[in-house]
Structures are given as structure tokens and as C-alpha cells.
């Protein structure tokens, strides 16, 4: 379908007035837009913040770090991206301020500007753009390249991109380029009227940098930007008025690109573009977007973590559970609790979670709230409720198992008990020694072999599977037997693999034999980094279906 003849088209989209506004959903809907009209797309976050990468960044701090297959730890709006479009995600799909001074200094240091003042203009900027032209290196048939750019047009961080989006329209032409600007058009409940001068504003300041936007994304709120709105907007900011795109909120996130069709968002950028308006088939996504809607049966879910302050901080886990929720035609309910309220002397899970049809244990790092997960993990094994670890969430699991079923009594993880008697869980060995913090996990994807006759392999229905991890400590071998004869555990994916010349076996799955629980699935790695409406997870659409099974014997 790619038309290699013509040149890479660009997309760059900016935001306005606020922060946390939706340009990554935007991009992401435009971009499974234009998919279903045929064309390949690429498209990348360029964050203005400091930080090499949000890898280091608390979830408190920024939401979720998504991973790349790659093992790039990334911005959450990748997951985004992953979730409404085919395009590639990798290391060149998101890169930051610090990312971009990271790389010019190194190359200063290395005396690569032969002896001149190394400055943001043009230093800066030509590294920006290197940037954005990478992105579609290793895809000679990509068609159209979306850049999103993180902050809002008028922040001090902001200006290098903006100046470097400015420098690059120019020379692959302005023909190749369509800016879009997505802004808040607050309702002022004392006027009852929406408010257009901010927008107004923020164009204002977009132009003063050199940029034009030529569509203007109005997020809303619940109001609708009525025709007359669209006029001032379109007047005020020199856009045409089918350039101003009415964005209200809307439920389930998966209708917005429906939304921004019915106002042809993707043929003005096409025409802007200059591309053919191919015919378009949205069918499967309208299908599973219906099928959301229609969905009557609900499943209710207790997730508990650390981070649950930040509605974003478990982000692909909660889509990955509306997805597993298309698969099952069931609506996923879930509640974040913190796992603090379950530590020793606080509220018991008991009290708490018995109204639930299935417990899920999230990723975390630390020592806070990890003893009220372990005892929410005995709560699910010993109440046979559908349960599902992931991350720190099967680390817990061994470790309960360990303290109650063992006999181990001070079991626990190097992590939060370096002097523990019974490590059963420990550092990864290419850990041991390492001190730095930034990208030295074990990240991104690994082969998983699959045991024939387990939860497991029957959710995924294949032996061999690739997921992506983020975490430096492992389920500790040494205490594989014990747990196989003691606890009825069984061990359902290991990536093999030889380290220094040894041949180990690090353990993936671990699940609980079916005559002692019904569902009980615990995993190393973030199965939600790869689930999508149209591919749903498997490990969650099992869980959900055990926790309808649960609902419907209760
Ligand atoms: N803190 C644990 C580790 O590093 C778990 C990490 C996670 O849940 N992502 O192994």
C-alpha cells in the first residue's frame, strides 16, 4: 500500500493553554485513522524534561514507564500509541531534553564540532531533528510521521523543539508538514459559555516562535464547541473552520478517533498533506467498540498497588483489563487499593476484599506497603479467589507461599531484606554489582517457553512466547523444589538462557495446580505492555474469565 514515490509526510502536533490535555490519544486516534485508509505510519514523543529517560521518575511523579520491546523505558504515551496503531515502537520513539544534551555533550567531548562553541542553535536543534529524520530509518515504506511534543507552546523547555519543528518544515517543505495544535476551551460556568481567549492566546504564542498551526484540536470538557465558537476560533487563529476540531470527552477513549472522523479530522490532514484520501475500513475497531458498549455483565477487581494516587500510574493494566473485558463481553470494574491498608495491625483483606471476583497485584519497587501485598496474596490463595500477579505481584505470591506454605518463616526478597534467612527472592546475577540507576534493569522482551498443561499454555495457546520485563530481581531456583512439592506450585514459563557460560533457567510463570485454586497465574514480566483492543492480553483475558467463572458460583 505505501506510496514510496512520494516524500515522508510529517505530523506534528503541539499543546496548549495546560498540560495533560490528550495529545497522545489524539495522535494515536489520527494515527489509526490514517492506518485505515491505508497508509504506514510512524510516529514518536519528544519530552522537554531533563531526564534522560522517565525510567528514573517516580509513577507518583509522571504515571506509568512503558517498555518497549527493545527495552526502552518510555513515556506512557507510547502505550498509547501501541494501543491504536500498527506503527513500530522502539528506542527511537521517544527521546527527551536530557536524551538531547546527553548526546551533544558526548559528542563535544569527543571533539566532533572541531573546535566551536557548541550552542542550542543550531547544536541543540540539529540534534532534534536528527532525531525526528531517525525515527523512520530502519522503514523505508513508512508514509506519514507523527511528533508529538510533550508540554505546553510558552514553557522556557519547549522552545528548542518548537524552534527545531520550525527549522524542519522548512527544509523538507512546508508541502510535507501539518502542524496541530490541541488546546483547552474551558466552559466558565458564570458566562455558561466557553472560552476561546486562551486558545487564542496560545496560537498567538505558537506564531511568535514562527509556527502556523494548520488544525486546531479545542478539548472541551463535556460542552460542545458550538459553530459560532468554531468561527472565532478559526478567525482568531487563521485556521480554516474545517481545521477546528470539536474534542469533547468521551467513554470508552477507544470512540475518540470515531469522533474526530465524523468531523473528517484525517481528510484535512490528508489534503494538507497533500495525499490521496484513500477509501477508509474502521469496521473492526467500530465492532470492538460496540462491543464495549454493549457489554451488560461486570466483573468487579481489586488491583492493589503503591502508586494508586496517579490515575495513570497503572495505566496499560487498566486498559489491558477493558480489553480483556471486549474478550470476555464483559465490563472489567476495577478499583486501585493501596496495599498499605492491608499491612500487619491495619485493615485485614478480609475485611476489605471479599466482595471482589478476582485480586490482581501490581508492579512496584521498595519496601513500602509490600507486607500488606503479601498478606492480600494469602487472602486469594487461601479463598481460592482468581488471582494474578504481575511483576512484584508474583515476587509477593513466592513470598507468601514461602512464609505459609514452606515454613520459611522470614522469607521475603533481597530487595526489601538484603540479610533475609531465606532469599527466595533474589538479585538477577548480571545485577549483582550494579549501581546506576538509568536503563540498567533487566528490560524489554525475552523468549518464554510454555509447559504443555498449564494455565498458561492454554491462555496463550503456543509454546514459545516474547514478553517484556522491567525488574532486577528473579524468583530464587534454589527453592524450586520445595515449592513444587510443598506449595503446589508449577512453574509455567522459563526463558533459558546462558549467562557467563552457564546454562540457567530464569523462572517467568508460576501458577498454583488446579485442584488447590482455581486461578492462581503469577508472572515476571508486564504482560500489559502488549495488550491492545483488537489483541487483548491472554494472561488477563484468562483472569477475567476465571473472575466471571468465580462471580457466577458465588
Ligand atoms: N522491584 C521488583 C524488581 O525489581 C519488581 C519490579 C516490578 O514490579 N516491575 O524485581
Known sequence: MANTKLPLKYIFTTGGVVSSIGK????????????????????????????????????????EVFVTDDGAETDLDLGHYQRFTHAKLSRRSNTTTGAIYNAVIQKERDGAYLGKTVQVIPHITDEIKNRIRALTVDEDDVDIAIIEIGGTVGDIESLPFLEALRQFRLEVGPENCCFIHVTLVPYIEAANELKTKPTQHSVRALRDIGIQPNIIICRTGISKLEKEQRQKVA?????????????????????????????????????????EVREGDL???????????????????????????????????????????????????????????????????????QGYHGILIGPGFGTRGIEGKINVARFARENRIPY?????????????????????KNAHTTEVNPQTPHPVISLLTEQK?????????????????????????????????????????????????????????IISGIH???????????????????????????????PEFKSTPLKPQPLFCAFIKSALQYKNMK
Open 496 to 526: 533459558h538462557r546462558k549467562f557467563m557460560d552457564m546454562e540457567e533457567e530464569l523462572t517467568e510463570i508460576i501458577e498454583l495446580k488446579t485442584d488447590i485454586h482455581p486461578w492462581f497465574c503469577a508472572c515476571q514480566f508486564h
Open 433 to 489: 554489582g550494579v549501581s546506576s540507576k538509568g536503563g540498567t534493569m533487566r528490560l524489554g522482551a525475552y523468549p518464554c517457553e510454555l509447559q504443555p498443561d498449564t494455565r498458561a499454555y492454554k491462555a496463550y495457546a503456543q509454546t514459545l512466547i516474547y514478553e517484556r520485563h522491567r525488574h532486577r530481581y528473579e524468583f530464587n531456583n534454589a527453592y524450586r523444589k520445595d515449592f513444587i512439592e510443598k506449595a503446589g506450585m
Open 283 to 353: 469496521s473492526e475497531w467500530i465492532d470492538i467498540v460496540n462491543r464495549m458498549l454493549s457489554a451488560t455483565e461486570e466483573v468487579h477487581i481489586a488491583a492493589v498497588g503503591k502508586y494508586t494516587g496517579h490515575g495513570d500510574a497503572y495505566k496499560s493494566i487498566n486498559e489491558a483489563f477493558v480489553h480483556a473485558g471486549i474478550a470476555n463481553n464483559c465490563k472489567v470494574k476495577y478499583e486501585w487499593i493501596d496495599s498499605e491498608r492491608f499491612d500487619p495491625g491495619k485493615e485485614k483483606p478480609e475485611e476489605v476484599l
Open 24 to 63: 497522545g490519544i489524539a495522535c494515536a486516534s489520527l494515527g489509526l485513522l490514517l492506518e485505515s485508509r491505508g497508509y504506514k505510519i510512524a510516529i514518536m514523543k519528544m519530552d522537554p524534561y531533563i531526564n534522560v529517560d522517565p525510567g528514573t521518575m517516580n509513577p507518583f511523579e509522571h504515571g
Open 388 to 408: 494474578f500477579g504481575i511483576c512484584l505481584g508474583m515476587q509477593v505470591a513466592v513470598i507468601e507461599m514461602a512464609r505459609n506454605c514452606l515454613g520459611l
Open 235 to 275: 478567525l482568531f487563529c487563521d485556521v480554516p473552520e474545517e481545521g477546528i476540531i470539536n474534542a469533547q470527552d468521551i467513554s470508552p477513549i477507544y470512540a475518540i478517533p470515531l469522533n474526530f472522523k465524523e468531523q473528517n479530522l484525517d481528510v484535512t490532514v490528508l489534503k494538507i498533506l497533500g495525499l
